[in-house]
């Protein structure tokens, strides 16, 4: 065969290499998670977190709030759903949280703890890299409160939450306002200024 039509199925050859390498895509490019790091203890709750669990900082806060810490910790790692929920409940019950719900469907599962004034959520769900576990924390609301309107929920990327976003209630709505009073001191683990990770306080 000729040299130049040698060179010429080569530069197609190559093409089309290129052309499926491009199709090709990292299976963990698309994944939120990112940049984790090993725990042992729940940041929130201060309880022992099922083995093997990772904390990602850029979808966590935390802040000051009535009845003690409040926000939210991401954590994610291989424990069986059922076990890690068996383990936060052992360490809860030691601390004096009572479970007030219990639910289960499939792999997911979401559970309520109280303690006094304070209520803490703990959602589980199954991932193909591991189960997720989610743990928000607050204040009960008091008996008649308000729900905002939906027109209130506001999505915000520069907030404490991340992507998670915030109620901003009316004034005098009541309800599931989250937004910190002035001159409470907002902690974020991470956030979304190039990756950063650590802790960062700021004075409202």
Known sequence: MPRPLVILAFCCALGLLQGCAEGLHNPFSNDPLTGGTDVTVSRLLGVPTP????????????TAGTAGSEGLEVLRGDADPGFAAQIMYTGLQGQGWQ???????G?????????GQSQA??????????????????????DGAALPAQSAFTPSGTDAAGEAGSYNAAPG??????????????RTWGGNNGGSGGLEERNL
């Open 51 to 62: 083995a093997g669990m990772q904390r990602f900082a850029s979808h966590g806060y935390e």
């Open 99 to 105: 479970l007030r719900l219990a639910l289960r469907k």
């Open 107 to 115: 792999g997911r599962a979401v559970y309520v703890y109280e303690r």
């Open 121 to 142: 959520v703990l959602t589980l769900h199954r991932e193909t890299l591991g189960t997720v576990l989610e743990i928000w924390t607050g204040a009960r609301l008091p």
């Open 173 to 186: 709505a009541g309800g599931m306002d989250t937004t910190p009073q002035p001159g409470a001191t907002v």
